[in-house]
């Protein structure tokens, strides 16, 4: 099997290198006779072989970059800082073009939504995902090592790798939708999680310099991470009301769970004595509200807290935090602004008293964790298709919501209430966005609206509701102005209007748009629509967002996310970029 994988890249390799088409065509032909030639099994050990190849060359690839980026920093001199970073050198770039004001304006408005999707075709098994993420560290640590430490490095290496080989790149079982979750999970756990903040305090510590370490923080939590996985039904039968509230629940849990334990990471480290570092009375207030819950939360600490108050204090957080997973309603956190509170508490007692490394270090990381990922994980966005919206209506309509409506009718129904029971639990930006596919009039966006109202009698119910209509194919891409306008006159949109500071979002659909009029007609057509977009919502006084529905490969609209950034229309970004990936 060697034999075979290394004739066939030596084929390859000729092939891609030769300029004579002629030869070019000889070199293909014998790669595809050999290819022909194979049996089933060996032509599966092949394929195996090939991905594993393409997934060592990228690990390859990701190290040497980050390695070059690595030696770019470590030659930054003074008054030229890190020129790889190109967050700070935008900030840098605005602040000596506008002035320190315009620049702390921007950084405060800025956001970033990558909004993850269940998409199958470019789905990892985490089987293989796991050797990769040991390879990489493996490598990583490599440089690091010499002698007999290095030879096991490598030795450890080739177990992973010949693991890899061996492993089906296709799980054995067909995941269900709440399995689904796991990916993000896994993305959150090993990624998410711990580089979201580091990129915060990276940008902060450019953009504060020496003060960064002792001071508050200039840089918001701009990152708002969104997920389609087990949100997005359109055309997707397996997803249903029960399924989103499923997965809703399954995040809450696993995230407020990662909450706690940093609680209690951080409580642990906080060992500071009341003499050196005494509580502020801010502090001491939090923990007679705490007392007041009931003993079962602060007398496991009464002792710790005549000693190390801080320290108490964190572990009580924790134990709350771990009463919010359990639901207890005595004890529990009714929202993540609440647990911000409760830090920020921490965070000033700990700097009033010139501890102020560990407060604007690890409880404003944590801090920074919360004000990100919230008590959902990721804000869940619904997506249906418009047709199914009409035909509850007309169900509706017919037979009135207590006679005998279809199947599909009560889904959508169910819809609407789980995103209620997501919001209840997951706090109100956990499930509030609601996409219309194939948006083709101002109707579309009433209906759901007015489903919403089919689903909660009493208006006080009403969860929030943000609709977003997604415009995919060119005729609905050349009327988006028409419909937004239409969009303006209805009442229930008026209302989100008024409570979100004019703010709307507008989503574009880049695979969709490509396969209907292929790539170039397609990008052309996307680009004058963002613009008349921009330049109605500007006209309105409508704070608009704008989100990219971008796929994969370029066939479906995707492509370098830097350069389709750069190509935009001007004032459809204005420091706001979200997109799916």
């Not at 939090?286 to 007398?299: A, N, Q, S, Y």
């Not at 801090?367 to 990721?378: A, C, L, N, S, Y």
């Not at 966005?433 to 909660?456: G, K, M, N, P």
Request: hydrophobic letters at 40%; glycine letters at 6%; proline letters at 4%.
């Amino acid at each position: 099997m060697l034999g075979i994988f290394t004739k066939l890249l030596r084929i390859m390799n000729t092939a891609g290198n030769e300029r004579d088409e002629t030869v070019r065509a000889e070199e293909f032909s014998k790669a595809y006779d050999l290819i022909a030639s194979l049996p089933p099994l060996q032509l599966n050990l092949l394929v195996r072989a090939l991905s594993a190849y393409f997934h060592l060359a990228t690990i390859c690839e990701e190290d040497y970059l980050a390695e070059l980026i690595t030696k770019l920093e470590n030659k930054t001199t003074e008054g030229v800082k890190a020129p790889t970073n190109e967050l700070f050198s935008a900030y840098q770039h605005v602040y000596e073009a506008c002035g320190q004001e315009e620049a702390e304006r921007l950084l405060k408005r800025l956001e970033f939504h990558p909004v993850f999707t269940a998409h199958p075709t470019e789905a990892r098994r985490p089987s293989i995902e796991a050797k990769i993420t040991q390879l990489t560290q493996q490598l990583n640590e490599r440089t690091q090592l010499t002698g007999i430490d290095k030879a096991l490095s490598e030795q450890r290496m080739m177990e992973n790798i010949d693991a890899m080989l061996r492993t089906s790149p296709v799980g054995m079982v067909r995941p269900t939708t709440v399995k689904e979750a796991d990916t993000l999970i896994s993305l959150f756990d090993h990624t998410l999680f711990d580089v979201v903040p580091n990129v915060y305090q990276r940008l902060n510590n450019l953009i504060m310099g020496e003060d960064a370490a002792t001071n508050p923080p200039v840089t918001p939590a701009f990152i708002k991470p969104g997920s389609w996985i087990a949100s997005d039904r359109d055309g997707n039968p397996n997803v249903t009301a029960r399924v989103t509230c499923e997965v809703g629940e399954k995040l809450r849990v696993h995230v407020l769970g990662r909450f706690a334990t940093e609680c209690r990471r951080i409580g642990y480290l906080l060992t500071f004595e009341n003499l050196s570092t005494p509580p502020s009375l801010g502090l001491k207030r939090l923990w007679h509200r705490m007392e007041e819950m009931g003993e079962k939360l602060t007398t496991p600490m009464s002792e710790l807290v005549n000693h190390e108050f801080h320290r108490a204090v964190m572990y009580a957080i924790s134990s709350r935090l771990r009463a919010t997973i359990e639901r207890s309603a005595d004890y529990m956190y009714g929202s993540s602004e609440e647990l911000v509170s409760d830090l920020r508490v921490v965070q000033s007692s700990l700097a009033k008293f010139g501890a102020s490394r560990e407060a604007y270090g690890p409880v404003q990381r944590l801090i920074w964790q919360v004000e990100t990922f919230g008590f959902g994980m990721v804000e869940m966005e619904i997506r249906q298709h418009s047709l199914v919206h009409t035909r509850a209506l007309e169900d509706l309509h017919q037979n009135g919501p207590e006679g005998q409506l279809q199947p599909m009718t009560k889904e959508v129904l169910a819809t609407q209430r789980a995103m209620s029971f997501i919001q209840r639990r997951n706090g109100r930006d956990a499930a509030r966005r609601y996409i219309i596919s194939f948006t083709q009039s101002a109707r579309d966006v009433a209906a759901v609206y007015e489903l919403a109202h089919y689903a909660f009698p009493n208006a006080e119910e009403l969860p929030s509701i943000d609709v977003i209509p997604l415009f995919e194919q060119l005729d609905d891409l050349k009327n988006a102005v028409s419909v937004l306008d239409g969009m303006l006159e209805i009442p229930d949109v008026q209302a989100r209007l008024e409570a979100t500071g004019r703010r709307m979002e507008v989503m574009l659909g880049y695979s969709d748009s490509s396969k209907d009029a292929g790539p170039t007609s397609a990008t052309l057509a996307l680009h004058h629509a963002q613009a008349n977009i921009a330049a109605c919502a500007q006209e309105r006084q409508i704070d608009l967002v704008l989100f990219r529905g971008r796929g994969g490969a370029v066939g479906r609209g995707g492509g370098p996310a830097e350069s389709s950034v750069l190509a935009q229309s001007a004032g459809t970004v204005n420091g706001r970029l979200k997109l799916t990936e």
